[in-house]
């Protein structure tokens, strides 16, 4: 009989040993699965969102709603200016409060005219760079030239005051001038934010484009587009490339 109760309890003591193992297996594996979903996640995000712990000025997001942030259309179908158009001067209200248009540049050998924003993410990536730029070129005759065809009291984001705000925190060495009616960005064919049109002194558009080939970073570039129309406007020599498309968000009219 006491051999019996042993062996029982022998068995009692081996079947517990069995759940209790099975159980912590089968947490593990639970364990591993979680982990490898997170990993997953994070190196293959669902569509439309950016992994986790990037910010957006680390690159660009992927669209958005499954939209690429490359231009789309051609230059004949946004219809406006080409390469060789002389484009009109205008008159916008600047961040200062001050009204300005392109003669008030004294000597100026080109401009660097350039469609931006406060709010799309790719515009806030081109920021430090259109800066360096415009000190790196001002003196030889080459300002940025910033325009928000967004600008609008409707959109708090993007008015007047949040501009004023934005050009103070970045400090911005160019003029920001608001295209409140939006009638300027459609002459010279803006889609995008960042969009740059450079002209030269005559104001004939020499080169239409992006920055550069990375908006992700300013320090992986191998191509940069807009200094290299610059430098051959300098040397009497034509952009090559005079035509690239513009990387951003799209421009966004007005309600009707």
Known sequence: MRKINVLIAAVIIATTVLVSCKEKAA???????TA???????????????????????????????????????????????????????????????????ADIKDAKGYIVTFTCNECPFAKMYEDRLIEIHNKYESQGYSVVAINPNGS?????????AMQERAKEKEFPFVYLIDEAQEIFPKYGAVRTPH???????????????????????????????????????????PNPNFTKAIGCPVKPKRA
């Open 27 to 33: 947490k593990h594996q639970e364990k591993e699965m």
């Open 196 to 238: 740059i049109f450079l002209l030269d002194n005559e104001r004939k558009v020499q080169y239409i484009g992006t920055i550069d080939d990375n908006a992700r970073s300013a320090n992986d570039v191998k191509v940069k587009y807009l200094e290299n129309a610059i430098q051959a406007l300098e040397k009497g020599e034509k």
């Open 36 to 102: 490898k979903e997170h990993r997953d996640t994070n190196d293959h995000p669902p569509k439309g969102h950016p992994p986790r712990g990037e910010g957006d000025r680390k690159g660009p997001p992927p669209g958005g709603g499954g939209h690429s942030p490359e231009q789309t259309k051609t230059l004949e179908e946004i219809g406006g200016y080409k390469i060789g158009d002389v484009a009109t001067d205008f008159e916008l209200k600047n961040i200062d409060g001050s009204t300005f248009s392109l």
């Open 153 to 161: 009291s409707e959109n708090n984001g993007e008015s007047y005051e």
